[in-house]
């Protein structure tokens, strides 16, 4: 932080509330513990020379901000000076950083693999699929989503360019802890990604290339991404070399800034959403011209760095050789983009859409140099195919429409004489029944060209991945079968790709006989041409070996258990779908405490997720989420909120590692809590349950404390309780501190207890599982006042007036004390003098005071009770005297002010004997 002022904004991110904004504040950048405070907010920071992740996203995007302000004129990811919001320390452990579509979070590594991953390119990274979202918003799935990858990657590194001491072209490489210490390479991206335990291709369609319609990486966009990252640091560097595709290749490089400026406006201006690599090659020409000019040496430079990595011509030819188009619809020019073409050209365009029976031509310009550059339409797949179109000149042809699955058009110039060229788009009409590829995980099976009662689609290209979890082989049998002969058929092999031994290549119209995949996994590929369409195949297959674990469990019958992946010491199966429904008995929530955890990792930036447990709180996947983990940092423990928890674990088609285990404990409501207090004589209590099992967890107390009592009997009615680990203590007191007097557990009924005084104490616990039917008990006590025999009377009595006045102040004293047998004697006591045992007494107290009154009852056989009152006896207020200002005799219709000495006391005045309530001096008219 070496230009300051800076400042920051404060943000709090918790499940309550959303985003609190709490203040935008200015650092300084001394070394040492700072304050900050505003709008009600405050707290400290510290500036110091240790790696601090917040610090470094912070600066991160300080930097990535004013490169694209700065280099690419863009405020913010959305060009529109939105917050940017970074979280850093997110989840535990985290080896990924990602985008969200609102946010950025950074993890802090595991330590072993990874650090804190707030390196410079990684920050830049994420932001710019940000930018990428608010631009062309490309697709993150095949080579959309590589084109996504590359481009976070191409910024990434552009900012360490503009902003790092020391740039370079790898990723991650402040990150990561292991060798090589990066994770991806721009400038050798075939070297191993150990993260991804894959590599990179630097050609397209070239070694490394991943399938991308495969279910991994989502159709391998970090895989796939190494073309363009290739592209852009040969345009940027240059270099030369063969390619995996024998191009001979030698790219002058033009510098960074300059690729970073074609490779915005590629992206900002002409890619859209599923945009591909030939978009992308075209887009990024048409962004060189538009920044350099037509003949400019960066579209050269352009030209040369895709050729290097497999796509479009040698900067030599603007078009060269034969561009295959399968889309249904799509654009085709001669390549010369707003400038002339070249001469001796000879280039041609295969359009074979999937599905097509026929496709029709439109040229939207044309201009060729007449009788001599000329663009021809073929009715088929080769030059061999019928003629449909031969067109040279300034006139721009009429719509070509041919009846076939496939049309190539032919464009040739000669040794002199150029134009501007041409442009045309095309449209394809068909059905496709079936594309790209399937996956089959279940233990048999049933698939089809998917064309029903129809004949299959022309150009088909569809492919079935028969991988069930763990088998040890796979057969197939076809139940029908018509292609057309040595064109249209099946080709099966004996594992997961066609590199794997061919055992099976078909066409016609006879069944095949059953082939048999022994590696456990089978793919089958279905390919037709461009004419002559058939019913098609139907097929059946079954397989042998067994998963681990499969369709869903439910766990209903106990408090807490285990699960797992199932494979033991073994590695889990690949393509596992095992899902655990957890509904104790009358659980109230569920936790789950993962005991081992070793699953493959999802993808760094955390947008591909292979392998995974998730945990939702409910009895599906409809419910929350709780959590989604992978890799093999033990996840934390989770909780439900009710009663169900619901575990799906999925894999999928390659790398298995040693899986996971997990314990369930559940807590049920109890149907006792806390303690209760029993008084009467004798009475019967329980665990409360009723007809259903106590509680787990309960910690229930009864303390039996009779009036009176001199000792109490226990006795148990039914008991069942977990042995050794749930029961219930008694206790010869009124608390814990007492002696003991048992200690019950399991299902017999314990001997009858006594207490030694008049309390026991009865405690019930039960721990976390395994819960019985529980216990009920009955006490009786004795004692020497209190019993049936011995009564106990209630002492009461009622006063007429809790207060009265000198003089003359009676109080009358009636007594309603109850027993229920027997004789008593009443003693009154006062705190005056003592006045018999009359019933209703009467009672005159001599001054000013408070005074005492208690009542004292005693049964014939000694036992007692008593209770007291209090009554006050207030002054007897004097008679005040009266002032008249003015003359004691008055006039009807004249006023007098009346008034009295006398105050501390409510008083009224009185005229003619009506009360009149006034103010101590009244104004009064004699009427």
């Not at 050789?321 to 002339?340: A, I, Q």
């Not at 575990?647 to 899986?659: E, L, Q, W």
Request: glycine share 10%.
């Amino acid at each position: 932080m070496g230009n300051p002022p800076y400042k920051i904004e404060v943000w709090d991110y918790d499940a309550i509330g959303g985003d609190d904004y709490g203040g935008s504040y200015s650092i300084t950048t001394s070394v040492g513990t700072k304050s900050w405070s505003g709008g009600g907010n405050n707290g400290s920071y510290i500036i110091d020379t240790l790696k601090n992740p917040a610090l470094d996203v912070h600066w991160g995007i300080e930097k990535t901000f004013d490169f694209y302000k700065n280099q690419l004129n863009r405020n913010s990811y959305d060009n529109a000076g939105s917050i940017i919001k970074s979280y850093v320390h997110y989840d535990v452990k985290l080896s990924n950083a990602f985008w969200n579509g609102s946010v950025m979070s950074y993890g802090d590594g595991d330590g072993g693999l990874t650090s804190p991953l707030v390196s410079l390119d990684v920050v830049g990274h994420e932001f710019t699929h940000a930018v990428v979202e608010y631009t062309a918003d490309l697709a993150y799935q095949g080579e959309s989503g590589a084109l996504n990858e590359s481009f976070a990657d191409i910024f990434g590194t552009a900012i360490e360019f503009y902003s790092a001491g020391s740039p370079n072209w790898t990723i991650g490489e402040n990150v990561f802890l292991k060798p090589p210490f990066y994770m991806r390479s721009m400038s050798n991206p075939n070297i191993a990604s150990f993260l991804l335990n894959m590599m990179q291709p630097d050609t397209y369609n070239g070694t490394f290339w991943a399938s991308t319609t495969s279910p991994s990486d989502d159709g391998g966009v970090h895989t796939n991404s190494g073309v363009q990252n290739y592209w852009f640091y040969l345009l940027s560097q240059g270099g030369s070399g063969t390619n995996d595709i024998s191009n001979v290749f030698s790219v002058t490089g033009i510098g960074i800034n300059q690729a970073t400026q074609i490779a915005y406006r590629n992206l900002a201006y002409y890619l859209t959403k599923n945009s591909n690599y030939s978009s992308s090659f075209n887009g990024s020409l048409q962004a060189a011209q538009d920044l350099y000019g037509v003949n400019s040496t960066q579209v050269a430079a352009v030209r040369s760095a895709w050729y290097a990595v497999g796509i479009g011509n040698s900067p030599s030819d603007q078009c060269i050789g034969t561009v295959n188009l399968s889309d249904v619809s799509g654009t085709l020019s001669d390549g010369s983009g707003t400038g002339n073409y070249q001469n001796n050209l000879n280039c041609s365009w295969l359009i074979k859409p999937k599905g097509a029976d026929s496709i029709a031509l439109t040229f939207s310009a044309f201009k060729t140099e007449a009788g001599y550059d000329t663009v021809f339409v073929y009715n088929g797949p080769t030059t061999a195919s019928p003629l449909l179109m031969t067109w040279w000149g300034n006139t721009i042809p009429p719509v070509i429409k041919g009846n076939k699955g496939a049309m190539l058009v032919r464009f040739s110039s000669d040794v002199s004489n150029t134009d501007s060229g041409w442009k045309a788009s095309y449209v394809s009409y068909g059905t496709t029944y079936c594309d790209g590829g399937n996956l089959l995980t279940t233990a048999s099976g049933s698939f089809s060209d998917g064309s029903g009662a129809n004949n299959y689609g022309n150009n088909s290209l569809c492919y079935w991945l028969i991988a069930p979890p763990c088998a040890n082989s796979v057969t197939l049998s076809f139940s029908s079968f018509n292609t057309e002969l040595n064109y249209d058929g099946i080709l099966v092999y004996n594992g997961n790709n066609t590199n794997a031994p061919l055992i099976l290549n078909t066409s016609g119209s006879s069944i095949p006989s059953n082939v048999t995949a022994t590696s456990g996994e089978m793919l089958v590929v279905f390919v037709s041409d461009y004419i002559i369409k058939l019913p098609g195949f139907s097929a059946n297959y079954t397989s042998t070996g067994s998963a681990y674990c499969s369709g869903t469990t439910t766990l209903n019958t106990s408090d807490y258990g285990t699960i797992s992946d199932g494979s033991g010491n073994n590695n889990y199966c690949n393509n596992t779908d095992c899902r655990w429904l957890i509904q104790p008995p009358q659980a109230s929530s569920v936790t789950l405490r993962f005991t081992s955890f070793n699953i493959e990792a999802a993808s760094s930036d955390g947008k591909s997720i292979y392998d995974a447990v998730e945990v939702y709180d409910g009895v599906n996947t409809s419910a929350p989420l709780l959590g989604r983990y992978s890799g093999n940092t033990l996840p934390p423990s989770l909780t439900s909120t009710g009663g169900s928890m619901y575990i799906k674990f999925y894999s999928n088609v390659a790398v298995s590692d040693s899986g996971w285990s997990a314990v369930y404990t559940s807590v049920t409501n109890n149907a006792c809590s806390g303690i209760t207090t029993l008084t009467a004589d004798s009475g019967t209590f329980s665990d409360g349950s009723g007809g259903l099992d106590y509680g787990n967890n309960a910690d229930c107390k009864w303390l039996i404390q009779p009036a009176g009592a001199s000792s109490i009997s226990l006795n148990f009615t039914s008991f069942d309780t977990e042995s050794n680990l749930d029961g219930v203590v008694v206790y010869d007191g009124a608390d814990t501190n007492a002696a003991k007097l048992g200690v019950f557990t399991g299902n017999t009924i314990p001997p009858t207890v006594n207490s030694s005084s008049g309390s026991m104490l009865v405690w019930f616990l039960s721990d976390q599982a395994l819960r019985r039917s529980g216990w009920n008990a009955k006490y009786n006590s004795t004692s020497v006042c209190g019993s049936i025999s011995k009564p106990i009377p209630k002492a009461g009595f009622t006063i007429n007036s809790a207060s009265q006045c000198l003089p003359g102040n009676n109080f009358i004293f009636t007594d309603t004390t109850t027993l229920s047998v027997g004789t008593m004697t009443r003693e009154w006591k006062f705190s005056y003098a003592t006045n018999g045992s009359i019933s209703p007494i009467s009672k005159t107290f001599p001054s000013v005071n408070t005074y005492t009154a208690k009542l004292i009852v005693t049964t014939n056989n000694g036992c007692k009770d008593s209770i007291t009152k209090t009554v006050t006896v207030n002054p007897q207020p004097s008679v005040p005297s009266i002032n008249a200002y003015g003359p004691t005799t008055f006039c009807e219709g004249k006023q007098v002010t009346l008034s009295t000495n006398f105050t501390g006391v409510n008083y009224q005045w009185v005229k003619d004997n009506n009360n009149i309530t006034l103010a101590n001096s009244p104004t009064y008219m004699l009427i």
